[in-house]
C-alpha cells in the first residue's frame, strides 16, 4: 500500500501532468526516411538523458543515472544506462552508503506523447545481516524488474522531459534500495 507521502506525490505529479499536456504543443513524429528508401543514420536517432538529484540536510542524498537510447522505428526505442547513489546520515557515524549498477530498458510510444516502459536493473546494494556474534556488513547485486509507462512532454527539436510510473514486479522489501515496489521518475532526454 502507498505511504501517505507516497500518495501526495503520486497526486501531485498527475496534475502536474495534466497541466503540462495542457500547454505541450504537438511535436512531429521524427520521419525514419529521409527520402524514399533512405533511411536515418544512427547519430540522428541517438538519444541521451537520464535522472540527476541532490538532496543535502541531516540526509545527504547524491544521484546520478545516465543514460543512452537508440530509436530502432519511429515508436520503439531501446536503451542503456548505469546508477549511482550515495547515502550519508549525519546523525550516526559511519553511516553512508553507495549504490551503483545498471540497467537494459524498452520504450514504446502507444501515442504522441504516451509511452510504456519496461526495465532490467541490478544494483549492487550494502545490506547487513546477523551473526552468531554481531552484525555484518556485505554487498549484493539486488534485481528489479520494471514495468510501467510515462508521460513525454517534449521541447526543442529532439529534447523534452519524461514522467514514469514503473512497479517493480521482483521488489524484495529486505534488499532494495527502493522503498516500495512503485517508483516514480522524472528525467530528460536530449
Known amino acids: 500500500m502507498l505511504s501517505l507521502m507516497s500518495k501526495r506525490i503520486v497526486f501531485l505529479l498527475f496534475f502536474m501532468v495534466l497541466f503540462l499536456g495542457t500547454i505541450s504543443i504537438g511535436f512531429a513524429q521524427r520521419d525514419f526516411y529521409k527520402e524514399e528508401g533512405e533511411k536515418v543514420p544512427l547519430s540522428e536517432r541517438l538519444y541521451f538523458g537520464g535522472n540527476f538529484g541532490l538532496q543535502f540536510g541531516r540526509v545527504t542524498y547524491i544521484e546520478a543515472s545516465p543514460l543512452t537510447g537508440v530509436m530502432i522505428t519511429d515508436r520503439y526505442s531501446v536503451g542503456l ?3 549511482y547513489q550515495y547515502l550519508n546520515y549525519k546523525d550516526f557515524p559511519n553511516a553512508s552508503s553507495s549504490v551503483y549498477g545498471g540497467r537494459v530498458f524498452n520504450r514504446y510510444n502507444i501515442l504522441t506523447n504516451f509511452f510504456a ?7 549492487n546494494v550494502e545490506l547487513i545481516r546477523e551473526t552468531g556474534t554481531g552484525y555484518e556488513e556485505f554487498r549484493e547485486w539486488v534485481p528489479g524488474l520494471f514495468l510501467g509507462g510515462g508521460y513525454f512532454v517534449p521541447f526543442g527539436k529532439r529534447g523534452g522531459i519524461n514522467l514514469t510510473v514503473l512497479y ?12 516500495e515496489p512503485y517508483v516514480i521518475r522524472a528525467g530528460f532526454v536530449l
Open 117 to 123: 516502459h519496461a526495465e532490467f536493473e541490478s544494483l
Open 81 to 83: 544506462g548505469i546508477t
Open 168 to 179: 517493480n514486479v521482483l521488489y524484495d522489501n529486505l534488499k532494495s534500495p527502493y522503498n
